[in-house]
């Protein structure tokens, strides 16, 4: 059974930096893809970004455009665990975060999903 689990979200001030943490078990990381999403209250949940890999041996990122420069997407293989690294959070960065994997590399479409994490960011 594939579980992702995310960590690491809480409450900030604007200017400061977050590192959320989505961790793997039954599933293995290597070809394929996983993504970050996020749901703001009252909106619809909004692409943040993903990382993927053909191989197992190189990886590749694309964020949504709105978050390139401030948001970065990072793997640790032997932990099996995804990161999202946030910095100069915005109150609008404020949603619940959540992480998706799916066996296809490159997807649109992800089979599994983590539970989400909170992200408050105050003015």
């Known amino acids: 059974q594939v579980q992702l689990v995310e960590s690491g979200g809480g409450l900030v001030q604007a200017g400061d930096s977050l590192t959320l943490s989505c961790a793997a078990s039954?599933?293995?990381?290597?070809?394929?893809?996983m993504g970050w999403f996020r749901q703001a209250p009252g909106k619809e949940r909004e692409f943040v970004g993903t990382?993927?890999?053909?191989?197992?041996?190189?990886?590749?990122?694309r964020y949504t455009d709105s978050l390139k420069g401030r948001f970065t997407i990072s793997r640790d293989g032997t932990k099996n665990t995804v990161y999202l690294q946030m910095n100069n959070l915005r109150p609008e960065d404020t949603a619940v975060y959540y992480c998706?994997?799916?066996?296809?590399?490159?997807?649109?479409?992800?089979?599994?999903w983590g539970q989400g994490t909170q992200v408050t960011v105050s003015s």
């Open positions: 998706a994997a799916d066996d296809s590399p490159r997807t649109r479409e992800y089979a599994y």
């Open positions: 039954g599933y293995t990381f290597s070809v394929g893809t």
């Open positions: 990382i993927w890999s053909y191989s197992g041996v190189t990886y590749y990122a």
